[in-house]
């Protein structure tokens, strides 16, 4: 039901330092924002928690409800959902995204 | 349905008083844009918030794709 997908969303988050819900796969995007995610974080070298919210029932809608969102990719960071593809490069080229992965990793170990 | 540039500039620059919006078609299919948004009403929110200032003035588009991706950069005037 639609709120097990809420508590599912919350502790997926809450367990993985970056989660990315997103159209596809991480090997296999459907959406050139999700595949643009992706690359941010491969670049970066970081492991990340990818959920693909077209091959999961009811998790397209659940994500945008849980986060208040209307598009996907999602992207959180030490539980905090930081945004989008835009937010996500605009935060990677200023430095703030490797920041914020850093001590969401540290904070996990 | 296509939408026009020149109403997502008027929805948001109405929606947000005292901003200014640039809106761009980006592959010329009516649904695709880039917004480039001014607005001291952006001052002190982090860039979530002042994105979701933007989506929130669209959620019947947003929700059933007639706007299928809005791409946003957000700034206070003071911003660069």
């Known amino acids: ?109 | 349905m296509r939408m026009l540039t020149r109403e997502i500039e008027e929805r948001i620059e109405s929606g947000i008083p005292g901003s200014r919006a640039a809106v761009r078609d980006l592959t010329g299919t009516g649904d695709h844009f880039e917004a480039v948004v001014v607005a001291e009403a952006f001052a002190g929110r982090p860039l979530v918030a002042r994105h979701q200032m933007v989506y929130g003035l669209f959620p019947e588009e947003l929700r059933t794709e007639r706007i299928h991706a809005l791409k946003l950069t957000t700034r206070t005037p003071g911003e660069s």
Not at chain 1, 60 to 69: L, V
């Open chain 1, 1 to 109: 039901m639609s709120e097990d997908i809420q508590a599912k969303i919350k502790s997926e988050v809450e367990a993985n330092p970056v989660v990315v819900y997103m159209k596809g796969t991480p090997m296999f995007p459907q959406c050139g924002f999700s595949a643009a995610v992706v690359g941010v974080f491969r670049e970066l070298g970081v492991e990340f928690h990818a959920v693909d919210v077209l091959g999961e029932d009811g998790y397209r809608d659940g994500i945008k409800r849980f986060t208040n969102w209307p598009t996907i990719p999602q992207v959180f960071v030490g539980g905090q959902f930081i945004g989008g593809c835009d937010i996500t490069r605009e935060m990677y080229a200023s430095g703030e995204l490797q920041k914020m992965v850093e001590a969401a990793v540290a904070a996990k170990r």
